[in-house]
């Protein structure tokens, strides 16, 4: 004996195990002929656990009364539960069984009662429920179900966000007689209202809007255009992100280099009056780029060329005209605005136009300088920074010649003659003159930006010692009487 339930995840056959737990059985084979279980949500689903099913309404609900037995459809409330049988083989030890929620009887707790839920596993081993719910099948087909509702995403009470319902019941086989007064309808019932109150989000209800890909396109391009036109306002390329291009510029590329402005201002002419026709030059060397633009009085007229001169031969070369995407004119125009509102306002007094600011010292504005341009001046002024760089020449001027004075001073040196430990005699007679005729310098310090050779100079001293140690007094004497003037020469 066995039932097939229909869901919105897929089909599920279930065996009953009549034998086991008939009064269970019966129940569920009965109510699922009369289609009590039509519409029922599938509600706390716990992964790898288990979930539950068999209230037509849910727990969601505020009207629901928990599901009824067969019996208590048939009689009344007060045969609404049954007392549940618990047979000792029967374990939860396997994925897929079913398995009657029951609750305890109000007046006896050792006794529980079942209404018309029930709960189906979705894991092995899952023996917590062994003695809390009375099993009466196990699943036969559908375990790639099991495994949807398994992985469904749900929230902190285990209720599915998208819903997963019982659609229809099928009884495969029914030993069981009809009890009196059980009336089996003719086609599945519709959902009624308490039920459809409870949908959340429907099974069928697509999850992804369907968008045309050429709309999606179009307004992609725009984002990324208004995000680009917003980066180049920052940058200082457009006066603002919703400037747009004139409509009466004509631009026209593919030109021959030889073509001029007044060959294109005389052949667009004919479509009306030109403002301005700039053939664009290289700033260097002023040859042609090859593309112009062409500006009209009218819009029309601007309209009427661009029909009219697609492809047009003009020497020799076929031309492409196309409306014109530049703004650098409007930019330039409203940057021209904008520095003469600051102009104005710098002119109120105060920094840049706000009386309550001030220049930063480090810097000063120029008086001299033209002010129409707003510039910034270094600490020393035009005044103060001419002539230096000739008062800079000739203090160069003045080292290079004492260098070179004292480098023909130690040149001199060379041609000296040593007479004894501190005497030198020149070559020049003792004039006191240098070799270019200069009179001498009285100072006798030594050129500082030679280093003195000490060795050198303390083997000749003791030379000279050895040499003039017996050197006669009378020559002694005449040097120490010489004339005070002639040893300053010396």
Not at 472 to 489: A, I, L
Request: aromatic fraction near 8%; hydrophobic fraction near 30%; charge should be neutral.
């Amino acid at each position: 004996m066995s039932a097939l339930l229909e869901t919105s995840a897929g089909d599920i056959v279930i065996d009953l195990l009549v034998d086991y737990a008939p009064k269970e059985c019966e129940n569920f084979i009965k109510l699922c002929k009369v289609k009590y279980y039509n519409f029922s949500p599938i509600h706390s689903i716990q992964q790898n656990f288990s979930f539950q099913t068999g209230d037509p309404l849910g727990p969601t609900s505020v009207a629901s009364d928990g599901g009824s037995s067969i019996w208590g459809l048939i009689s009344g409330p007060s045969k609404k539960t049954f007392n549940a049988t618990f047979h000792p083989k029967l374990r939860h030890l396997e994925r897929g069984t079913v398995s009657m929620a029951t609750a305890p009887h109000p007046s006896d707790p050792d006794v529980r009662v079942a209404g018309s839920q029930f709960i189906v596993t979705l894991g092995d081993n899952t023996d917590y429920l062994d003695g809390k719910a009375a099993i009466f099948g196990k699943v036969v087909e559908g375990f790639d179900v099991l495994e949807k509702v398994n992985n469904a995403i749900t929230d902190k009470d285990g209720h599915p966000l998208v819903d997963i319902r019982i659609k229809h019941t099928i009884i495969l086989d029914d030993p069981y007689p009809d009890p009196s007064g059980l009336r089996e309808p003719s086609q599945s019932p519709p959902p009624s209202k308490e039920q459809l109150a409870t949908v959340r989000i429907a099974d069928d209800a697509p999850l992804t809007e369907e968008v045309d890909e050429e709309a999606a396109e179009k307004m992609r391009r725009e984002r990324e255009a208004r995000a680009q036109a917003l980066t180049l306002e920052m940058m200082g390329d457009l006066p603002f992100a919703e400037v747009k291009p004139p409509e009466n510029v004509l631009f026209v590329c593919k030109l021959n280099p030889v073509t001029t402005d007044s060959d294109l201002e005389l052949i667009f002419s004919r479509f009306g009056k030109i403002l301005s026709c700039e053939v664009i030059r290289d700033k260097k060397t002023g040859d042609s780029l090859q593309y112009a633009f062409v500006e009209f009085e009218d819009k029309a007229a601007c309209e009427a060329a661009y029909f009219k001169m697609q492809g047009v031969l003009i020497d020799d070369r076929r031309i492409h005209v196309d409306f014109s995407q530049s703004v650098s004119k409007l930019a330039e125009v409203w940057r021209g605005g904008e520095n003469a509102k600051r102009k104005r306002r710098r002119e109120g007094g105060g920094w840049g136009g706000v009386k309550g600011l001030e220049k930063w010292r480090k810097y000063r504005e120029d008086d001299a300088q033209d002010s129409t341009e707003d510039h910034y001046s270094m600490v020393y002024g035009e005044e103060e920074m001419r002539g230096r760089h000739e008062r800079q020449r000739d203090g160069r001027d003045r080292d290079n010649r004492q260098g070179r004075g004292s480098e023909r001073f130690g040149d001199r040196d060379k041609d000296n003659i040593r007479d004894g430990p501190d005497r030198i005699r020149r070559r020049d007679g003792g004039r006191g003159r240098n070799w270019d005729g200069a009179p001498q310098s009285r100072s006798r310090s030594p050129v500082k930006d030679k280093p003195r050779d000490r060795n050198r100079y303390d083997d000749r001293r003791k030379n000279d010692r050895f040499r003039h140690r017996d050197e006669d007094r009378r020559g002694s004497n005449q040097e120490r009487d010489r004339p005070r003037d002639d040893y300053r020469r010396r």
